[in-house]
């Protein structure tokens, strides 16, 4: 995969384990419904729902029972989780080591934002409102949810969703991911990337740098992987 050298115009974030400190809330609410069922979802298992959606979550959730549900069922399974992880997101929530203090910084510096998640609306809305209050203003130009796009992560379409409404190029962008999933779709579009992994490990590819944390990343940082490289380890 090759990329244009374009200047840095947007930047393209994921929110749950990327941004803010909320993955390990649906693993609460995967653990707990699990129960309901009779069982204990695996760590490994629960490893491999990160950055997914619900019906692959889901999927991999009544595997790692052995259980067998009907559609029917295993969509009141995911309303379930999903309203347990409302509850929780409507407590405190914190950001991820450095995520505000880049996110500022992308602001000040006057770069289009997008924020890509494959939360659905209503719970991403939670979220937003306890990062709007703590940055003071509404950080993002656009917000792409999971449950407005024809595909979900790792297909590309949510960040393309997000570069047609900001009218930018795959060149023009960096996307900023922590699931393989996340990470997969950005690629997948054709956008460098930058993964700050914390739940799973990430495979090699051309145009993914990654990261500890976003902590000491700044704009400089960020134009320097819209140059063409191989997969580039910082140990930051």
Known sequence: MTYDHHALRAVLFDMDGTLVETEQFW???????AERLGGRMSDEARTRTIGTSMPVAMAVLHADLGVTRTEAAARTDAGWVVERTAQLL????EWRPGAAELLRA?????????LVTTTPRRLAEIVLGSIRADLGDDPFDVTVCGDEVVARKPDPAP?????DALDV??????????????????????IAVLGVPADQAVAPAAGLTVRASLVGVGIPFLEQLLKPRDLVLIDA
């Not at 992308?106 to 997008?114: E, N, Y």
């Open 106 to 114: 992308v602001r000040a510096a006057g770069l289009w934002t997008a």
């Open 169 to 190: 190029e795959p060149g023009d962008c960096v996307v900023i991911e922590d699931s393989r999933a996340g990470i997969g779709a950005g690629l997948a579009a054709g």
């Open 159 to 163: 960040y393309r969703q997000a570069m």
């Open 90 to 93: 409507a407590g405190d929530i």
């Open 27 to 33: 693993g609460v609410a995967m653990a707990e419904l």
